[in-house]
């Protein structure tokens, strides 16, 4: 999670909702990204979609197994429809977004009848951390 806020931190650097994620396979980081929603003009472009993208290329492969995601804020139901699609093992998330999350909050895709794919989840993973990062972006832009 330590390498997600890292990436969160880029992200506010850039501009950009510090959001970050990373996805390990084995032991071994295959793709570490923030967003970049804004730098790609990209609405897809979130932080878990870039990682899932870049893991799935790596590994030469549509789906994921056998890797876990870590992602400093709880996915919205675009990443969660990926991270289902992508048949991710585990999902560690650090802060809950009351406002556009879709694991706890929200529609709580993974509890829908239609989702084919729950990954294990964690939820809390520095999630201090990952809320003061949000909290002082959003605060220096009112």
């Known amino acids: 999670?330590?390498?997600a806020l890292e990436h969160a931190a880029k992200a506010a650097a850039r501009g950009e909702v510090p959001v970050g994620a990373v996805i390990v396979h084995r032991g071994e980081v295959l793709a570490a990204e923030g967003n970049r929603t804004r730098q790609l003009s990209d609405p897809s472009a979130h932080a878990e979609m870039l990682a899932i993208r870049a893991a799935c290329t790596k590994l030469d492969s549509d789906r994921l197994p056998d890797c876990d995601l870590y992602v400093t804020l709880e996915?919205?139901?675009?990443?969660a429809g990926a991270i289902a699609?992508?048949?991710?093992?585990?999902?560690y998330y650090g802060a809950a977004d009351p406002k556009g999350g879709a694991v706890e909050s929200g529609v709580r895709f993974f509890s829908?009848?239609?989702c084919h794919h729950v990954p294990d989840i964690y939820d809390g993973l520095a999630a201090t951390e990952a809320a003061a990062l949000l909290r002082a972006f959003f605060a220096a832009r009112r």
Do not use: N
């Not at 996915?75 to 990443?79: D, G, N, S």
């Not at 699609?85 to 999902?91: G, T």
């Open 1 to 3: 999670m330590a390498l």
């Open 75 to 79: 996915p919205c139901t675009m990443c």
């Open 85 to 91: 699609w992508a048949r991710l093992r585990r999902l």
């Open 112 to 114: 829908a009848p239609t």
